[in-house]
């Protein structure tokens, strides 16, 4: 059965090849898509219905039925950041609706302090052809990022 | 078996990019190869979402396991590679 991702926060709709890191411009971790976030203080919510088995400030991993894995990486090398800036609005373990909100960041703040804020947003130990219907453009959190077959 | 004990020096631990990077070495492998965490059951290192979810960190010790024909071989390369600071080169 397909699991519909959705998008975890607004932004701009991007192709991972674009991401300034390797590990997903070259989809070591998987297939998926990124978005660029506006510029302005804003909520993470949760691109599936899951649990919820990684929760760190800077990324975190839903898991769907079927064992498949929704990674949600907060900007690029942000775990550096070391958590500050970044509020968790919910617990690793938690079972999550689609949309539920999980983290509060400013990707404006994070721009400031020199990392990337773009948010890649991965089908983990996918196939490069397992996932489909790819979102380009402007996205509204919530709106249909990608589907996973 | 053939297995190693090795401590993961990424500062990050086995995490985001050094967990990409060895989850491809293991990938590549040619031999099935198990990581645990000491008291923990074994998991595919294949599988990036089960290696992640062991959630290893800098300084833990870590068990490979690996069966078959270039078992020893396999993780003698998999075991430098967690001995590396795989973050070393992108400061």
């Known amino acids: 059965m397909a699991v519909h991702v959705s998008a975890p926060l607004s932004g701009t709709a991007m192709g991972l090849v674009d991401v300034p890191d390797p590990v997903f411009s070259a989809a070591m971790v998987g297939p998926g898509v990124a978005i660029q976030p506006e510029r302005a203080p804003g909520t993470v919510v949760a691109p599936v219905a899951g649990r919820l088995v990684k929760l760190r400030p800077h990324a975190l991993v839903v898991l769907a039925d079927g064992g498949r894995g929704v990674l949600v990486h907060l900007g690029i090398d942000t775990v550096r950041l070391d958590g500050e800036g970044f ?23 994070v721009e400031a302090r020199g990392f990337s804020p773009v948010c890649p947003v991965v089908a983990l130990d996918a196939a490069t052809g397992a996932i489909g219907n790819l979102a380009t453009g402007p996205i509204d959190a919530g709106a249909p990022l990608f589907t996973w077959n | 078996m053939p297995e190693r004990r ?4 990424s500062q990050v631990g086995l995490h ?62 998999l075991a430098t590679l967690l001995a590396t600071d795989l973050d070393a080169t992108h400061a």
């Not at chain 1, 509020?87 to 703040?109: C, H, K």
């Not at chain 2, 294949?46 to 010790?61: F, H, I, P, T």
């Open chain 2, 6 to 9: 090795v401590t993961v020096a």
């Open chain 1, 87 to 109: 509020t968790l609005l919910a617990s690793e373990g938690d079972t999550v609706e689609m949309g539920q909100p999980l983290v509060r960041w400013n990707p404006a703040d």
């Open chain 2, 16 to 77: 985001a990019r050094p967990a990409a990077l060895f989850v491809r070495a293991a990938g590549r492998a040619g031999v099935a190869v198990t990581i645990a965490k000491a008291g923990s059951s074994p998991i595919d290192a294949r599988s990036l979402l089960a290696v992640m979810s062991l959630d290893v960190r800098r300084g833990d010790e870590v068990i490979l396991v690996a069966e078959g024909n270039g078992a020893d071989a396999a993780l003698d390369e």
